[in-house]
Nanobody, 120 residues
Framework: QVQLVESGGGVVQPGGSLRLSCAASGSIVRINAMAWYRQAPGKRRELVASITGGFNTNYADSVQGRFTISRDNAKNTVYLQMNSLKPEDTAVYYC??????????????WGQGTQVTVSS
């Protein structure tokens, strides 16, 4: 019913920047909260940042001050601007969205993930 497609991952040197995008499409009435998670090898998936429909944001302590989450409701898209990247930011980044669909139900959807590698 709803598809999330991420883009913008890649390889960057420590101190560099990347911008991730996640576009939602399908049977969307309204997108509620959107978020970015990440999962490093051998570790559990963790919340990186979230943004509500009212544009309230929340960040993991490890990225506070370096990452910025934003959204464009007209494009059903959420972004993650990542600055001052560190090797420990290396992970697969996943987009998540809570979406009200035409059936009247709100469901959580996940993107396929995009790899971010921070290495010199």
């Amino acid at each position: 019913q709803v598809q999330l497609v991420e883009s913008g991952g890649g390889v960057v040197q420590p101190g560099g920047s990347l911008r991730l995008s996640c576009a939602a499409s399908g049977s969307i009435v309204r997108i509620n909260a959107m978020a970015w998670y990440r999962q490093a090898p051998g570790k559990r998936r963790e919340l990186v940042a979230s943004i509500t429909g009212g544009f309230n944001t929340n960040y993991a302590d490890s990225v506070q001050g370096r990452f910025t989450i934003s959204r464009d409701n007209a494009k059903n898209t959420v972004y993650l601007q990542m600055n001052s990247l560190k090797p420990e930011d290396t992970a697969v980044y996943y987009c998540n969205a809570n979406v009200l669909v035409y059936s009247g139900v709100s469901n959580n959807y996940w993107g396929q993930g995009t790899q971010v590698t921070v290495s010199s």
